[in-house]
């Protein structure tokens, strides 16, 4: 049995513990319901993306929300491509595979 030592009170314990016996300490963070397992998802929420683009996206304001400034302003100028290029962009959103400014997919609904 591997043990390592209480990160609060340095009692001795079973590596896979997630409470220490001793002091009631929490040594292993929860997973997160909305985290990816990963790491890889975007720290953006995709549930403001996804309203943002539903209200606002032929002005592509939902573009300049997850950093995308460039294809934003190309949106305002185009209405959102004609509100096609919105309306892509509201499904890739609501999928799961629209990615911020850093490659990073919109996994998260809430933050």
Not at 29 to 36: Q, R, T, W
Not at 40 to 55: T, Y
Not at 64 to 93: E, N, P, S
Request: glycine share 12%; charged share 20%; net charge positive.
């Amino acid at each position: 049995m591997e043990t390592i030592k209480c990160k609060d009170c340095g009692e001795e314990i079973n590596a896979n513990a997630e409470i220490c016996p001793k002091c009631g300490c929490r040594q292993k963070a929860l997973p997160s319901s909305n985290a990816n397992s990963d790491g890889n998802a975007s720290p953006k929420s995709r549930l403001a993306a996804c309203l943002l683009c539903w209200f606002l996206g032929c002005i592509g304001v939902h573009r300049f929300y997850v950093g995308k400034i460039g294809t934003g302003i190309a949106q305002i100028f185009t209405l959102g491509g004609f509100g096609i290029w919105a309306l892509v962009d509201f499904i890739m959103i609501c999928c799961g595979s629209f990615k911020d400014k850093e490659g990073k997919p919109l996994k998260v609904w809430t933050n």
